[in-house]
């Protein structure tokens, strides 16, 4: 490792840069040993780098461990495809309320948006309830997550979630993949560097460009949507008050408020770390004097964005 200046005080990630290649999988190797659980390891697998490079690791460390791959429904075709030719040993859960297009149109509440991102727990991060986790979650990937993980963190649902690389930069996981000879998917040889769900309404930017790319999965998310209204418009809260749907005139009108910028955003966070607390309509209490959303606590008798608790 590099030396520092005397006094100077890294932050985690400034530590983990100084390291060697072969320091930073040391590291990574010994924090999957010293706190492997009994009964194993449930690892969370996407099929993007960072998945590829935690099951490798956790291999690498002969630790015992079982990969499950989340079925969202909407990951692109050439993933899924990866993760049914190179990793077959990985175990699929299948979401509950079938698939996330057909949820959509007939959940009762708005489509996910960036503030409201109901499908993150039902198809994202169902599974390995009460296990001790390895998640490839990294805090280079926005600030929220570099706040929000370390290398031993608490999930959503309160398992411990082991996470080895979340101080490795995009450099460090790239390569240990060429260092190690890990396949990987070939769209980030086309230049993506994020995958996962197809139109995902967390960045209208990647959005856009990924509808471009998967036209079909567009014109799939503006059915379901355009659906969605129509279940939806004169179905009036339990409060008798109207819907959110009320506001447009037509299904498609919705559509286009759902692809705009202008669709919720009144709270920034991060898919992983989201427990949203939210009103009937589905969307988040907020407090226009501080720009906060409203603790659950001083909610009372306020609903939980997860669906089950959210019926009318
Ligand atoms: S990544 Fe986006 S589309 Fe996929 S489940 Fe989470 S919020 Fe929904």
């Known amino acids: 490792m590099q030396q520092l200046l005397p006094g100077y005080e890294p932050t985690h990630s400034e530590f983990v840069d100084l390291m060697t290649p072969q320091e930073r999988i040391d ?27 935690i099951k490798r690791l956790a291999e690498m460390a002969t630790v015992k461990f079982d990969a499950w791959y989340n079925n969202t429904t909407i990951d692109p075709p050439e993933l899924v495809k990866f993760i049914k030719s190179h990793h077959a ?8 309320h079938g698939s996330m297009m057909a949820r959509v149109a007939t959940k009762n509440g708005l489509p996910p948006t960036r503030s409201m991102r109901w499908c993150c727990d039902e198809y994202k991060e169902q599974g390995g309830d009460s296990r001790m986790k390895i998640f490839g979650v990294r805090g280079a990937e926005s600030a929220a997550r570099s706040r929000r993980w370390s290398e031993i963190s608490m999930d959503a649902y309160k398992n ?9 930069s995009d450099a460090h996981v790239w390569e240990f993949i060429r260092s190690e000879n890990v396949p990987y998917c070939s769209l980030y040889d086309e230049g993506w560097t994020r995958l996962g769900c197809v139109g995902c309404p967390l960045n209208p930017q990647s959005q856009a460009k990924e509808f ?7 014109e799939n998310w503006k ?10 418009k004169d179905v009036p809260r339990r409060d ?3 819907r959110y749907h009320a506001k447009f005139k037509t299904g498609d009108d919705m559509w286009q408020w759902w692809l705009s910028t202008n669709a919720p955003d009144y709270f920034r966070g991060d898919c ?3 427990m949203l607390w939210t009103s009937e309509d589905g969307l988040p209490f907020f407090d226009p004097q501080n720009s906060q959303a409203i603790p659950r606590e001083a909610l009372g008798s306020a609903t ?5 608790e959210n019926q009318p």
Request: charged content about 30%; hydrophobic content about 35%.
């Open 212 to 218: 471009e790319r998967w036209p079909r999965y567009r």
């Open 240 to 242: 008798g008050k109207p």
């Open 304 to 308: 939980c964005s997860t669906p089950e």
């Open 27 to 53: 590291r990574a190797l010994i924090l999957l040993r010293e706190n492997e659980p009994d009964d194993g390891y449930y690892l969370a697998f996407s099929g993007g780098k960072d998945s590829v490079v």
């Open 272 to 274: 992983q770390s989201m």
């Open 160 to 168: 411990t979630a082991i996470c080895p690389i979340v101080h490795w």
């Open 89 to 96: 040993d990985v175990r699929w859960n299948q979401p509950k």
């Open 223 to 232: 059915r379901a949507i355009i659906k969605n209204w129509d279940a939806f």
